[in-house]
């Protein structure tokens, strides 16, 4: 998985004391803290900017707590505040501002600012849609089922994690990650059994992460689809329905209208809620959404060449789509070449 070096500064307010603080910031490794370095000290402030920055590597989905403590000259503990460095990095304008937890200051205040390593593209992609200019954004869902239909044991999910699933989002990722300005991508999973509960799941992030969905580039999408299949069950039938109405429900409530969603598709299985499908894809057309579904294997992939509608465009439940917003793609056909 990619990583990049976020550099963290910090500063005070309200401190109880003036007497030469400085921050000390450490990481904690098993039940242990290891200090990560120091700031330089400020005399005669209560208020204190530190010009130290402190480097950090980030991995995306790895929880890293952080503490922060200040202390005088006298060794006084003026303040502490413990926090993960996926918090830091994830607020918006990357300024943690937060009240001081322990110490003499109670008072006082943290403010912690992060600064974003990760490269910007200089020609960032924008195209034309129904007259808007269009910031594009790509979400990628992973099929997790077993075509049969039945729990996959570890060999097998073994020699699946080498299919070509990996191969295709190398092929089509890094296209992807010059149109992603912050080289962010929502992933989801599918069709799997998710532990402890063993419920069959399709619809969960590819991260594990509760509320986070986004990965770190095309590395880190592979990095997250490697050690969700290690835990997971594979079971099928497979479903897009799920996945589908969950992007036309995010992109309804979308409030920008400059923004235009692609959604990838990556499968092995046969389609088999074919007419709920069907029904999702017609309801997108009217939203700034396309659906990209891209066959990997030796499926029959029959059913799912009927979804490139071509001139006669998707028709369900009454509901036809309003312009061609799904094309299938079997990857078979462009890998070997």
Do not use: A, M, R
């Given at each position: 998985m990619a990583t990049f070096k976020w550099k963290i500064s910090v500063a005070c307010e309200n401190l109880s004391s003036k007497s030469g603080p400085y921050c000390t910031l450490m990481v904690k490794s098993g039940s242990q803290w290891r200090e990560v370095g120091r700031t330089e000290v400020i005399r005669n402030s209560s208020n204190p900017i530190w010009t130290t920055k402190f480097e950090l590597d980030y991995n995306f989905g790895k929880e890293e707590i952080l503490k922060f403590e200040v202390q005088d000259q006298d060794m006084q503990l003026?303040?502490?505040?413990?926090?993960?460095?996926?918090?830091?990095?994830?607020?918006?304008?990357?300024?943690?501002?937060?009240?001081?937890?322990e110490g003499l200051s109670r008072r006082g205040r943290f403010i912690i600012t992060t600064e974003d390593p990760r490269p910007v593209p200089q020609n960032r992609v924008k195209s034309n849609f129904m007259n808007y200019d269009i910031d594009l954004n790509f979400v990628v869902a992973f099929d997790f089922t077993d075509p049969k239909g039945k729990q996959v044991?570890?060999?097998a999910r073994q020699s699946r994690g080498k299919s070509n699933l990996s191969e295709a989002v190398n092929a089509l990722g890094h296209i992807l990650e010059d149109y992603n300005a912050d080289n962010l991508f929502p992933a989801y999973g599918f069709g799997a059994a998710i532990p402890p509960s063993q419920?069959?799941?399709?619809?969960?992030?590819?991260?594990?992460?509760?509320?986070?969905?986004?990965c770190l580039g095309v590395e880190g999408i592979i990095a997250a689809y490697s050690d969700t299949l290690a835990k997971v069950q594979l079971f099928g039938p497979t479903f897009f329905f799920p996945v589908i109405e969950q992007m036309v429900q995010i992109v309804r409530q979308q409030q920008d209208k400059r923004r235009y969603y692609v959604l990838l598709i990556v499968t092995n299985g046969i389609i088999e809620d074919f007419k709920q499908t069907k029904s999702a894809l017609a309801e997108a057309s009217d939203l700034p959404l396309s659906v990209i579904i891209a066959g990997v294997g030796d499926a029959d992939f029959s059913k799912m060449v009927a979804l490139n509608a071509g001139e006669s465009w998707l028709q369900s439940f009454g509901c036809k789509s309003s312009r061609n917003v799904v094309q299938f793609v079997e990857l078979s056909h462009y890998l070997s070449r």
């Open positions: 003026l303040g502490s505040l413990c926090v993960t460095l996926g918090t830091l990095v994830d607020i918006p304008g990357k300024v943690f501002d937060c009240g001081i937890e044991e570890p060999v419920e069959v799941s399709y619809n969960f992030s590819l991260n594990q992460h509760p509320t986070n969905p986004e």
